[in-house]
C-alpha cells in the first residue's frame, strides 16, 4: 500500500477508516489539486498554463460491469503512475474545476487502488454546491411538542431515488414518509424521512442526503429531516409504523 503523499490523501486514509471524516476529505477534495489524464486540444509540451477557452481531451475508461465510461482522476501523481503501465499524458487541476467541465458525467477516483471512490453525477451536482452539504443532528426534549402527519405530493422521482439506494444496503429493512412540526422552533413542516433496519445508519443517512439534495428544488418542503425509526423517538416511530405504508420494502421493487 501506498503512504499519503498529500493533505488529500490523509484525509481519504481517515475516512476511509473512520466514516465521521467523511466531511472533512470532502472539504480537502473541493480544496485540492487532482491529477487526471489529458492533454490540450492543440498539442503542448512540458508545462503550460489553460487559457480559458482552451479546450482539452480528457481521457475516459470504461466500467467492469456495464462497459459505461467513467472519467479517472487522481489524488496525486504517484496514484495516477500506479494505474497505468505506460507513460501517458496527464493535467493538474482544482477538483472544482474537473468537476464543472466533466458535469453530467460519472468519474472515479484512485481507480484500480485500495482507495477507489466513485461519484455520480448527483454527487458532484452536490458537492459543487457546499450549502446542500450542510447536515446536522437534532435531539427532542421528552417535552418538546412534536406534530406529525402525512406526506403530500413528495415526487416519485425522490422515493424512487432513495428506494435505489436503500437497496444497496442490506441493513436497511423499511424507509417511510412523514412530515414532522415542533411548533416550539418554527411553524413549518419538514418532510420526514424514516429508516428501519438494523446497523450503523450515520454513513447511510449522510449519502441519503446527498443522493436527495439535488431533487430538493421539486420538493413542496424545504427541510428533509432523517429519523432512525425504533432508536431515535419512540413516539415517532410508533407513528410511522402504525399510520404510514412504507415506501420502500426490502426486497420489493414497489414504491409508494
Not at 496527464?90 to 487502488?113: C, D, H, K, R, W
Not at 412504507?246 to 421493487?253: A, H, V
Amino acid at each position: 500500500m501506498l503512504l499519503p503523499t498529500n493533505d488529500l490523501e490523509k484525509a481519504l486514509h481517515k475516512a476511509a477508516a473512520d466514516n465521521t471524516q467523511a466531511p472533512a476529505f470532502y472539504e480537502e477534495l473541493m480544496d485540492a489539486k487532482i491529477f487526471i489524464l489529458g492533454s490540450p486540444e492543440e498539442e503542448d509540451t512540458g508545462k503550460f498554463t489553460l487559457e480559458e477557452e482552451q479546450g482539452l481531451i480528457i481521457q475516459h475508461w470504461e466500467r467492469e460491469e456495464d462497459k459505461s465510461p467513467v472519467v479517472p482522476f487522481f489524488t496525486s501523481l504517484q496514484m495516477l503512475q500506479q494505474a497505468i503501465d505506460t507513460d501517458e499524458p496527464y493535467l493538474e487541476m482544482p477538483t472544482s474545476a474537473l468537476f464543472q467541465i466533466t458535469m453530467g458525467a460519472p468519474l472515479v477516483l484512485n481507480p484500480n487502488s485500495e482507495f477507489g471512490m466513485e461519484f455520480e453525477p448527483e454527487d458532484i451536482a452536490v458537492l459543487l454546491d457546499t450549502d446542500l452539504m450542510t447536515n446536522s443532528e437534532h435531539e427532542l426534549d421528552e417535552d418538546t411538542e412534536v406534530l406529525l402527519g402525512h406526506s403530500q405530493d413528495v415526487p416519485e422521482e425522490f422515493t424512487a431515488e432513495l428506494s435505489r439506494f436503500f437497496a444497496k444496503h442490506k441493513g436497511v429493512e423499511a424507509a417511510y414518509l412523514g412530515t414532522i412540526q415542533i411548533p416550539a422552533e418554527d411553524d413549518v413542516e419538514h418532510l420526514m424521512v424514516g429508516i428501519q433496519g438494523k446497523g450503523d445508519f450515520d454513513k447511510i443517512i449522510e449519502t441519503a442526503i446527498q443522493k436527495i439534495s439535488i431533487l430538493e428544488t421539486k420538493l413542496p418542503y424545504e427541510t428533509v429531516d432523517f429519523y432512525v425509526v425504533d432508536y431515535d423517538d419512540p413516539d415517532i416511530s410508533e407513528f410511522m409504523i402504525e399510520n404510514i405504508t412504507p415506501f420502500y420494502i426490502k426486497g420489493s421493487r414497489t414504491v409508494h
